[in-house]
C-alpha cells in the first residue's frame, strides 16, 4: 500500500528569511512575495554584487530559485550561505528540503540532522529528520522523529498527518487514523482524503 505523497511546496514557504534596508534586496522581496522569481533574483543579483557574503539575500535567492525548480543553483546558495553561518536552522531545513524534492533522501537526511544538533533545534527540524528516515525506509526512526516533533509542536498538523500514514503502512490502522483526525482538526486537510479512503 502506497500511502505517502510528499508535497512540500508550502513547507518552505516557511522559509522565506528576513528583509533588509537596502533598495535592490527590498525589490527581491517584493517581487518574490508577489511570485516573481526571475525578477526577485534579477534584484538579489544587484544586491550580491556588491555585498557576495551576505547570508540573507543568498538564501532568499536560493529560494527564488527552488521555486523554480532550479535546484542546482538553490543549493550553490544554500551552501554559500551556510558557509557563513553554520548554525542556521532555516538554511540546514532547506538543504534537507531540495535533497528531499530530488529523492536525494540520504542527503537529505544528512542535513536534516545537522539541524536537530543546533541548541534550541525546532520541531520541523525532527519531521524533517523522519520525514528521510521515512523515505529510506527507516520506520522505526521515522516515527519517533515525528512523535518528537508531535511533542514539541502540539499543533503540528502535518507532523500528526505524516505519522498516521507511517502507521497505517505498518498496520496501526487505529492508531493512525487517530492521527489523522488529529491533523484533520489542526486543519492539515489532506488528511481528510486519507481518513475517507483508509478510515471509514
Request: glycine residues 6%; hydrophobic residues 40%.
Amino acid at each position: 500500500m502506497r500511502v505517502i505523497q510528499w508535497g512540500f511546496a508550502s513547507l518552505i514557504g516557511i522559509m522565506f528569511l528576513f528583509s533588509c534596508s537596502n533598495k535592490e534586496y527590498n525589490k527581491g522581496d517584493a517581487f518574490f512575495t508577489q511570485g516573481a522569481y526571475e525578477e526577485a533574483i534579477a534584484a538579489y543579483d544587484g544586491f550580491l554584487a556588491s555585498n557576495p557574503r551576505n547570508v540573507k539575500a543568498l538564501y532568499n535567492r536560493g529560494r527564488a530559485y527552488e521555486e523554480l525548480g532550479q535546484f542546482e543553483n538553490a543549493e550553490r546558495d544554500f551552501l554559500n550561505a551556510l558557509e557563513q553561518d553554520r548554525k542556521n536552522t532555516q538554511i540546514l531545513l532547506s538543504l534537507s528540503n531540495i535533497y528531499q524534492k530530488q529523492k536525494r533522501h540520504s542527503n537529505a537526511l544528512l542535513y536534516a540532522e545537522y539541524a536537530v544538533e543546533v541548541p534550541g533545534a525546532p520541531a520541523m527540524a525532527y519531521f524533517m529528520k523522519g520525514r528521510a528516515m521515512h523515505q529510506l525506509g527507516n520506520t522505526n526512526e521515522a516515527y519517533k522523529e515525528y512523535s518528537t516533533a508531535i511533542k514539541m509542536d502540539k499543533d503540528f498538523g502535518m507532523a500528526y498527518y505524516y505519522r498516521g500514514m507511517l502507521k497505517l503502512a505498518t498496520d496501526r490502522k487505529k492508531s493512525g487514523c487517530d492521527d489523522l483526525r488529529a491533523a484533520l482538526k489542526l486543519n492539515y486537510n489532506e488528511a481528510n482524503e486519507a481518513i475517507n479512503k483508509y478510515c471509514n
